[in-house]
């Protein structure tokens, strides 16, 4: 294989592998482990944290320099890419500072906290000629991809109708306190919905043309945008709705043969609703719980696909939807199962496509165009809540073929 591209700072001849860094090392920067450690072609050489304490947790035990700050961290000299996996409201100055430095960047969702911050890094990183992928999204969910090639395949014709229900208790996990300030992109709709848009989108082709939306916040001891209703209205006159509740009554596992969105299996929740049991803990309490769930997640290959709720898509000769082993296609001719592989996650697939985008220059389905398209749909969705009106669209993108 050759040598990565890495412009102003290119990688020696015999480099043949990604050397990434992670800034940011918390539940979705710990999240990233299992997939750089199964690809035969990346590897992590570095960790930047602004917490002491996860400083010295880290220590040598993943054989990866461990630095206070991203600015240290790009002085790595061995470093292709970053994983940019800071809080939300911090990745557009990290986004630039990686550019700046010549690092090909994948940053978490949502991209920024609006669209103009987003619109920033996707000028910088394309003005200095550098990959700068959004991901990780449930839209890398192997049953996403098959859907879409199902519906690209054409037997089906075309896609009409879309709609994805995700009811979980994410209001009430442990949080840091911007996670539920809309202003700094937190709350389900920037934070969840930024998941279900891009299902949609990827299954509808990309190209919204408006959205009708309303958000609600509805627990006087957990504020923030806990649920929405949210209706896409596509160029080609598909439409779809992406529903979500947060607030943990109902859990949208017990629609989906009880697997969770890793693809683990969860037993039905029997309990009173989260919250309900009286004062919440202190902020730094949960900050250590939030460390301590992120600790603990796995996030590598499960034994079903990951149910990031219940999506049915119609299409004019038929309906698709997920099943434990893969996907149900119910047709004229009857009902049939598509079993899908397990042992690649949705992380592998991120990873996969920074690596493919950066050393092969293959065209990647989740640049930053479309985490900006992404982004667009949640800003709409947010500001028709408020107005009530419809909001029309003005930087959409299409799937990009080949991707
Ligand atoms: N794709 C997913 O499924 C997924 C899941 C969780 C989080 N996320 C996204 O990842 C981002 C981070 O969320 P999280 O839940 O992992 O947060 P987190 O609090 O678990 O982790 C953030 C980490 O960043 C560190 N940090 C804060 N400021 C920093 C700085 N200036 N420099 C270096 N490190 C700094 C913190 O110490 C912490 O360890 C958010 O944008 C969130 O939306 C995505």
Redesign the pocket.
Known sequence: MKALENPGNPAPATASRLRLGI?????????MLPAIAAHPGCELVAI????HS?REEIGGALGAAVY???ASMLDHRDLDAVYI????E??L??VLLAVAAKKHVLV???MAENLQRAMAMAVAAEEAGLVCLV????GYDMPVKAMRDLIVGGTLGRVRMVNTWCYSDWMHRP??VD?LDVRL?GGVT??QG??QFDILRLLCGGMVRSVRAKTFDWRAERRGIGAHMVFLDFEDGAAATAIYNGYGGFDSAALCFNIGESGFSQPPRTGPRPGADGPRMSVQEE?RA??ER?RNANWGPSPHPPFFGLTVVSCERGDIRQSPQGLTVYTDEGQRDIPLATDRSPRDLVLAELYDAISRKAPALHDARWGLANLEVCDAAIASSASGSEVLLRHQVRVRPGA
């Not at 996996?85 to 939300?88: Q, V």
């Not at 991901?135 to 449930?138: F, N, Q, R, T």
């Open positions: 800034a940011g090392f918390g539940t979705a920067g710990r999240s930047a944290d602004a917490s996860l206070p700050s991203l996996a800071t809080p939300t911090l990745h100055e990290h978490e969702k949502p991901g990780h999204s449930h949080r840091r996670e992109g920037y934070r930024s998941h900050l939030k460390q992120a």
